[in-house]
């Protein structure tokens, strides 16, 4: 069962990277026209196609696949979603060289130039997510760097240039980078400084952001757009003039000036609605009061992204900015469809009431940032939309990949710095929310880890919902399991009386003594323990290619030991295992190498024996 499980499977995952990295071999011929460079544009997106992410699109599937005997409409909604652009999160150091998380910034990179298409630009959203002291007014993303002065020269020597000497390298020119600038960290300077960790940070984030946007600006084809919150969070004048402020001191201390940066982007992970269609008018009266006097919006002026957009590039420009300042909005998130969705608007007369159920925004304090229960995917990636002049969209992107979580509903010890944030559990009520439940989904995982039941409900909730029309094709060219050209047409060998072996008089192998290849196998495994502690231990397999493959597959026995904590492969079957190759790892050039990792419970085996196909 287990090995025809592992055949289907096996084949099923040939298929698709074989697709992927079909073209990788042809690159450098290939490649000399996609890496012609080109000169810096006022909007990146326009005209673009944007890099499609397929570890996303991987976890997309799995989901699918998992949904599809119970709620076969739903799988056909998400495989509807599975090719489109998400942000590529560069949230650690090891996220460079990639980890258990997903690939490095250079497997982007290398498939954004396969997914191009000839001339048409494209573009890769990076999110630059690292700062010392990060997350300063909350727990969920606290990172890796503290706020000090040696991880600040970490921050710019193992990351920031690392980074952009990658993204400056020349082949790589042709490439569109959109990068986003460090969330919320600028905004928690405006408005959190009454949070010790918030001016503890204050240093660093200042210091950071001015020189990742010096390093990164520096490179023609890098876009820095920096954050800006989102509506609910720096929409009131005070908050809105202090943000402004912030980014115009940010912006005169880098090399550059104002240069330096091509735009903001506002709802970066957030789940703030882009538009509320049934309070247009934030001065409406009910009741003697304006909308905006409600309890929910608290004065707010701007009520959306839209509203906060154009009032964000009138103060910019007001303040400096170029009027060619470009906006983006991530819209991953902030769908608000499903069967609470206001189709009118109130007819009450109470203005809470009234506001409350006009308003497509479900949550019950526009402060609820963490797994917002009920949100939904938001309008698809798109460049300048229309509809919205006085916003100056760029585009609307998916800076958050729905489906990752936004924190911990419990304490999950983790290597990442990542801690316990209560705005993420369903049961507490936050003072931050005026004493509100958070509205947080229940059971989610670490910040950035896979949430299935949030990805469930973000695309049965999509406004606009999501239908056929939404598919994109698989990007760059022939999809997965799609069956290659079979062209009847195809000329033969040109040349039919080429020799076959041009020296039949080759010696054979000079050596018979040679230790032969191990079962002529297409690549090996080696099995070690890095750490026992008694009741569990960790261990890593290092998988070795002896030719190119596309695919591999790994079958061992633990003895008495059990894991359900693997990474780097999927987990096909136990007892014994099967292992196979993640999306974006099956591909290994001879003698290249991937490692899987996996914590297991029980005694350390003192040696395991791993056969590999
Ligand atoms: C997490 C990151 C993650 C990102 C995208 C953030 O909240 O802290 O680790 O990469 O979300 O999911």
Redesign the pocket.
Known sequence: MSNLLTRLRKGAAATAVGALFATPLALTASGTAASAAEPHVDNPYAGATQYVNLTWSQNVEDEAQSVEATDPGLAEKMRAVKYQPT?V?M??IS?IDGNF?GPGLQHHLDQALLQKQDSTPIVLNL?I?NLPGR?CYAL??N?ELPATPEALERYKNEYIDVIADILAEPQYSSIRISATIE?DSLPNLTTNMHEPACVTSEPYYLEGVTYALDELSAIPNVYTYVDAAHSGWLGWENNAGHAVETFVKVAQQTKKGFASIDGFITNT?NTTPLVEPFLPNVNQQIGGASVRSSSFYEWNLSFDETDWTADLHRRLVAAGFPASTGMLIDTSRNGWGGPDRPTAPSTSSDLNTFVNESRVDRRGHRGAWCNASGAGIGERPQTTPSGFPASHLDAFVWI??PG????SASEIPND?G?GFDRMCDPTFHSPKLDGQLTGAKPGAPV??KWFSAQFQELVANAYPVITSADALPFPGGEGPGETPDPDPTDEPDPDPTDEPDPDPTDEPDPDPTDTPDPGDAVCSAAYRTTGDWGAGFQGEIVVTAHEPITSWTLNFDLGGATTTNLWGGQLLGSGPYTVSNESWNGYLSADGTTTIGFIGNGAAPSSVAVSCD
């Open positions: 942000g999160w949230d650690r996220a998380d999110v997510y997350d969920a993303s990172g969330p992970a958050k990949p990752e979580s936004d924190g990442e990542k910040s950035g």
